[in-house]
């Protein structure tokens, strides 16, 4: 078994909308981006030199796009007894444990884009640097419950200590 795959009952998903904004933003900002290289590349050189560069421009897209809902499927979190897991990473695969009882600071976010899509993400701060995380791409509602779950589970678990 490998160690990202923990053994978690239920691994929770990013919200759909996630991914719906992620792939928004492809397509607006890269050919924001690339376009006028290709108009520039055909402008001063040949036509076909920046028709060629556009189609790579749109294979990169392409790629972006795909590449956007492969991530998207692997967030995700989990509500355990004692922590919290949160595994991310498309090709170098990160699995954070988070100790209930070690965190200090529990903060939901929501940027302009993000609250136009009813989106949130959690931020967790620890007593270790190294093991501060986010999830982002939460419904705002989810988000403000899994806040008030951590911050009262992390009361309960200081506590004991």
């Known amino acids: 078994m490998d160690t990202f795959d923990a053994p978690v009952d239920s691994w929770k998903p990013l919200s759909p909308r996630y991914l719906q904004m992620k792939r928004l933003m492809i397509l607006i900002i ?3 981006l690339l376009l006028p290289c290709c108009v520039a590349l055909g402008w001063f050189h040949h036509w076909w030199s920046g028709a060629a560069l556009a189609l ?6 392409a790629y972006r796009w795909h590449r956007m809902g492969r991530v998207y499927r692997i967030w995700g979190y989990a509500e355990r007894d004692t922590d919290l897991y949160i595994r991310e990473g498309l090709m170098w695969r990160r699995l954070t444990v988070v100790p209930y009882g070690r965190m200090q600071v529990v903060t939901v976010n929501s940027g302009p884009i993000e609250r136009r899509y009813g989106l949130a993400t ?12 986010t999830i982002p791409g939460l419904p705002q509602a989810e988000a403000d419950s899994l806040r008030e779950r951590l911050s009262e589970l992390g009361e309960q678990q200081a506590v004991g200590l």
């Open 30 to 32: 890269w050919p924001l």
């Open 56 to 61: 790579l421009c749109l294979g990169w897209i």
């Open 122 to 133: 959690v931020t967790l701060q620890t007593a270790s640097a190294g093991t501060d995380a």
